[in-house]
């Protein structure tokens, strides 16, 4: 029988928080140029630089920023300095990399090497592009996660039919797909259904496995 998937605006009913990749894509540009527009700096950096070494990479970047601070020449401590000490901004870090020295989180929030200030839009755009996963986080700790903005992979019908599986059976099976544990088992299923339907047999499998991650 064929999969009936469930709509956009159902699943933005049912599932809080849970949106399209064109959604959040709309998303990071809306809050992060607003912020821009209004002359606030800031500041971007990427998780190749949390602990080179000894926390993998996983595509995931951050942007900071303090509402107060409209001058580049400003520390990135104006922004960061406190934010180590946030048990909800230590808690984005352990659930993406697993539990880690608070050392690496305070370092990399705090050495200005880490962060660019950026004050365009082209500039903004050019570091999403980069990015699986982006947080916006404010000076006090505030944070909003934008999952996949702009990866290319999900445009392609193995992300967009994989991206519907996967939501559908977290929904079914009550599975919170922020923990990495009910991700594999919805992604493992979501994966076993779509192949054994065979409703659409030229689509790639290997290349889902292979942007595993990108779902995440």
Sequence with gaps: MKKQFITEATRLQKLAGIITESEYKNLTENKALDLINDGIILYVSDDSKLAPGFVKPRGIGFIVYNVAIKDTSKSILSVTG?????????????????VIDINYITTFLTNPDNWKAITSEDELNN??????????????????????????????KEGGYMREY??????????DLSYRSDFDEAFSKALQQLQSENIYPKL?????EANKEVFF
Excluded: R, W
């Design 82 to 98: 406190t934010l180590s000490k946030n048990p909800k901004i230590v808690q984005i870090f352990n659930d993406n990399y697993g």
């Design 127 to 156: 570091f999403m592009s980069k990015h699986n996963k982006i947080y916006i986080i404010n000076h006090n700790g505030g944070s909003s996660e934008l999952k996949e903005a702009f990866n290319p992979f999900l445009d392609t």
């Design 166 to 175: 996967i939501d559908s059976i977290a929904e079914e099976e009550g599975l």
């Design 204 to 208: 790639n499998f290997n290349a889902i």
